[in-house]
């Protein structure tokens, strides 16, 4: 599990639980965060992704470092 050093008792979260079933990817269990300025009363939809794609996807993700540059 990963998670930000700003987590929940800070200032809000928003966690899904990853899992993968053979060639599918599902996003679930959805917890949203709740207070002051959140209008999102209820947790997202579960999604369903391609696992071809979506590991290609991660990958390119993972290459792409252009928030490392200096100007």
């Known amino acids: 599990m990963f ?3 700003c987590t929940g008792g800070c200032c809000g979260f928003l ?3 990853v899992q ?3 060639e599918i990817v599902q996003w679930s269990d959805w917890e949203v965060p709740s ?3 959140m209008t999102t009363p209820y ?3 579960e999604l369903h992704f391609d696992a071809g ?3 290609a996807e991660v990958a ?3 290459a792409d470092r252009w928030w490392q540059v200096h100007p």
């Open 53 to 55: 794609q979506y590991d």
């Open 60 to 62: 390119r993700a993972a």
């Open 35 to 37: 207070g002051a300025g």
């Open 15 to 17: 966690t899904v639980v």
């Open 43 to 45: 947790p997202p939809p």
């Open 3 to 5: 998670e930000p050093e």
């Open 20 to 22: 993968r079933f053979g």
